[in-house]
């Protein structure tokens, strides 16, 4: 993977105690088109995903809150690499991810069965924009690719997945992460933080999970926690209201955190 810094960043992340600057059973869907062109030289990869014409001027203005240059670097994202993108939504990181790895890479937008009805349209626009990203439908529990994965990515999804209603074995679903990764893969998950002790109680009621609840059952499917950012942290928020209430809503306190796969 490339690990290029950019000094330009913003955003700090902290690894290892240092500061950085900077279906299953033949029911599986894809669709893919052509390979695209890649513009953007090396050392100016994330910058250019970022600034990337085809973004939506909606996600561009979530920028500031989401820090995408922050995000990229610590998911040490690079040309080449195979990315899925768990339940991508209107596709802000999947757009990021196609920019930066570029022609020779390809990012997998996985849209769970449960959900394709209503989303696999919305992915649809992201395969049709760029070239090198694939819809894949399929069980959470048993999802699989058509190569080894090169990273994981999980953005404010994970804590749904504890939803009786999503009927997801979320371990099951953790053990599928880590067979579809190359030894030495990442699987980086982002989501809003829960109050200390509240585990996954509260995962229907505020939509948040408690990170160190998250860590666990992850450490459990044999991947190895690698390293957290702070750069979507936010002390202010106190943990006990809904994410979706205004006053909140695009600020939560969030952890980000990167496993990886021994090997």
Do not use: W
């Not at 790895?101 to 696999?120: C, L």
């Not at 829960?194 to 948040?208: D, E, I």
């Not at 809503?249 to 955190?257: A, C, E, H, P, S």
Request: proline share 5%; hydrophobic share 45%; with cysteine.
């Amino acid at each position: 993977m490339l690990k290029t810094l950019l000094f330009a960043a913003t955003a700090s992340v902290t690894l290892s105690g240092c500061l950085i600057i900077a279906t299953d059973g033949g029911e599986r869907t894809v669709v893919s088109h052509s390979a695209m062109a890649m513009p953007a030289p090396a050392e100016d990869l994330y910058a250019a995903a970022i600034a990337d014409p085809l973004r939506p001027a909606a996600e561009v203005e979530r920028d500031a809150l989401r820090h995408p240059l922050a995000m990229l670097e610590f998911a040490e994202i690079g040309r080449g690499d195979r990315v899925a993108d768990i339940r991508p939504g209107a596709g802000y990181f999947t757009r990021l991810f196609a920019r930066s790895v570029g022609d020779s890479g390809h990012v997998y937008a996985f849209v769970p069965n449960r959900t394709a009805t209503r989303e696999n349209a919305t992915a649809d626009v992201l395969v049709g924009d760029y070239g090198n990203v694939s819809r894949v439908n399929g069980d959470l529990d048993t999802m699989r690719f058509d190569q080894p994965l090169d990273l994981v990515f999980m953005s404010q999804e994970y804590h749904d997945f504890h939803i009786p209603g999503f009927g997801v074995d979320v371990a099951k679903m953790n053990a599928a992460v880590f067979a579809a990764l190359r030894p030495g893969g990442l699987f980086v998950v982002i989501d809003h933080q829960g109050a200390p002790g509240t585990g996954n109680s509260q995962v229907s009621t505020l939509h948040r999970i408690e990170g160190a609840f998250l860590r666990r059952e992850v450490e459990a499917a044999g991947f190895v926690f690698e390293a957290q950012s702070s750069a979507v942290a936010n002390p202010a928020d106190d943990h006990t209201v809904n994410v979706f209430e205004p006053a909140i809503r695009g600020r939560t306190d969030q952890f980000v955190y990167r496993f990886r796969k021994p090997g």
